[in-house]
């Protein structure tokens, strides 16, 4: 059974920065595409970052290119997203995910099928 942990989330002034962190279980984080996605109060959650099995894609959202970025840890099976220069508008709880299946690629979020419980991220002004 494949549990996905989620940690690092807080609150932050704005411009400072977080990591955050994804333990998994019941999957090899080095065998799945892993990402990062968040929900706002009032919206859908949205995709932030992905990164396919073998880390050699990696994609972002627009708002996010250049301040976040996502890694995994093999040898501790995690996964985190180092996020600088927060804006409030980065405000959310933010989600963890694998992949459906081994070896994907991660360019959709349809790909994804397990989940965290989340994080919350609120950033002041």
């Known amino acids: 059974q494949v549990q996905l942990v989620e940690s690092g989330g807080g609150l932050v002034q704005a411009g400072g920065s977080l990591r955050l962190s994804c333990a998994a279980s019941?999957?090899?984080?080095?065998?799945?595409?892993m990402g990062w996605f968040r929900q706002a109060p009032g919206k859908e959650r949205e995709f932030v970052a992905t990164t396919s099995w073998d880390g050699r894609r990696s994609y972002y959202r627009d708002s996010v290119r250049g301040r976040f970025t996502i890694s995994r840890d093999g040898v501790n099976n995690t996964v985190h997203l180092q996020m600088n220069r927060l804006n409030p508008e980065d405000t959310a709880v933010y989600y963890c995910a694998a992949s459906r299946h081994a070896y994907g690629i991660g360019a959709r979020t349809d790909e994804f099928g397990s989940w965290g419980q989340g994080t919350q991220v609120t950033v002041s002004t």
């Open positions: 019941g999957l090899s984080v080095n065998r799945y595409a």
